[in-house]
């Protein structure tokens, strides 16, 4: 007498299709929201580290050998009234930002600097150094045009003899970008650690019944 295997229950087969489909729409919402959360914090770490820099900048221009890196001049538009923090103490850790760098860096690091370490990650550091200096160079210098063509206002320029671009940037400050776009692969590289990525985009856990439907199928 033979024996068949039992036909596949429709009720089954249909549990087993449903979780598929969710488990491919939760990875693309995953996707979406991971990719959003990088561009949030990639806006947020610029903000806070602009204020940071001010700092930064007024005693390192005061330290031997350091003050090289920085003799980029470093200013807002004169109409604001903003450019007297150069003259703050460094004790009152005084620095300033606008709202609009959040795009400025979000935009960045998630459609540059990410996109140039997925395509050069086996090359030097250096060179990688090099191509994330010169293209945040270019970007604030075109974000700079872009911004007071939109406000009316030069949210920032630079006022040394190493100013392009309508001054909305400086070669002086080349250096300063390099390391920037090290630090933000940096970040980058740490978001996307196999196993922090395999924990985002895991299947839905299957139920009993989803589980013995499957084990149905493959017989």
């Excluded at 089954?12 to 729409?25: D, E, G, P, Q, V």
């Excluded at 806006?43 to 350091?66: C, D, K, T, W």
Aim: charge should be neutral; proline fraction near 4%.
């Amino acid at each position: 007498m033979e024996h068949t295997a039992p036909a596949p229950n429709s009720d089954s087969a249909s549990h087993s299709f449903h979780i598929r489909r969710a488990n491919l729409k939760r990875n693309a919402r995953l996707k979406l929201t991971f990719g959003l959360f990088r561009f949030c914090l990639y806006g947020m770490v610029g903000l806070s580290s602009e204020i940071f820099f001010y700092n930064l900048v007024r005693v390192a221009q005061h330290v031997p050998v350091l003050e090289m890196l920085f003799r980029f001049q470093w200013r807002v538009d004169d109409r604001l009234g903003l450019n007297a923090i150069w003259q703050t103490p460094v004790s009152t850790a005084y620095g300033q930002c606008s709202l609009w760098m959040f795009l400025v860096y979000g935009v960045a690091c998630f459609f540059f600097i990410e996109a140039i370490y997925r395509r050069t990650f086996r090359q030097h550091t250096l060179l990688r150094a090099v191509l994330y200096g010169f293209t945040i160079l270019f970007f604030e210098g075109f974000c700079g045009v872009l911004l007071e063509q939109l406000t009316g206002y030069r949210i920032w320029y630079y006022a040394d003899a190493g100013a392009i671009m309508w001054q909305m940037t400086s070669l002086y400050i080349l250096p300063i970008w390099m390391v920037t776009g090290l630090i933000a692969e940096w970040i980058y590289r740490e978001l996307m650690d196999p196993d922090l990525v395999a924990a985002l985009e895991s299947p839905l856990p299957a139920t009993p019944e989803e589980t013995e439907a499957s084990l149905q199928l493959m017989q």
